[in-house]
């Protein structure tokens, strides 16, 4: 049964990917941000966001371009896309916690479901900024002294 389930997730993903971003190209854009909103809200897996939010910032730039010869900035679309769904995930794991009628959550149950992996992830981001900021040469973009 795991396996259908996780097969249904995997068809739906790609029927999103490939019939959103042209709707929100059709009805949206004029609002890109809104476009990039909906992405978010309506794609359910976390790399099929991020794919639509830029297959939609590519189809709507083209047709704002062509429309009316406004170029807007890259990035956006998606930049809105990835924070709405990690919105969504955030939400939804802490409503999803068991708790009684009128029993606040508490951080403890918050901490156990919380994956790990993460601060991993913040860790060596941050070691990496560390290790950059200490060797400006090696920066792209700057000349070497």
């Keep these: 049964m795991p396996v259908v389930i996780s097969s249904l997730v995997v068809v739906f993903s790609c029927v999103e990917l490939l019939i959103l971003p042209f ?13 990039g909103d909906w992405m978010g ?19 709507i730039h083209a047709r704002a371009f ?5 170029r807007y900035t890259d990035g956006w679309i998606v930049g809105t896309t990835s ?6 995930d ?10 009684g009628p009128g029993e606040r959550v508490r951080l403890g149950s918050i901490w156990e479901r919380f994956p790990k992996v993460v601060l991993g992830y913040v ?8 290790s950059a900021r200490r060797r400006p040469r090696c920066s792209p973009g700057r000349k070497p002294p």
Excluded: H, N, Y
């Design 83 to 88: 924070p709405v769904k990690v919105f969504i």
């Design 41 to 59: 809200l309506a794609v359910k897996t976390d790399g099929a966001v991020v794919a639509s939010g830029a297959i939609t910032e590519g189809l």
């Design 23 to 35: 709707r929100a190209q059709a009805f949206l854009w004029t609002d890109p941000m809104v476009a």
């Design 90 to 99: 955030l939400f939804s794991g802490v409503w999803a916690i068991d708790r």
């Design 123 to 130: 860790i060596s981001f941050l070691a990496m900024l560390r």
């Design 66 to 70: 062509a429309a009316t010869g406004v």
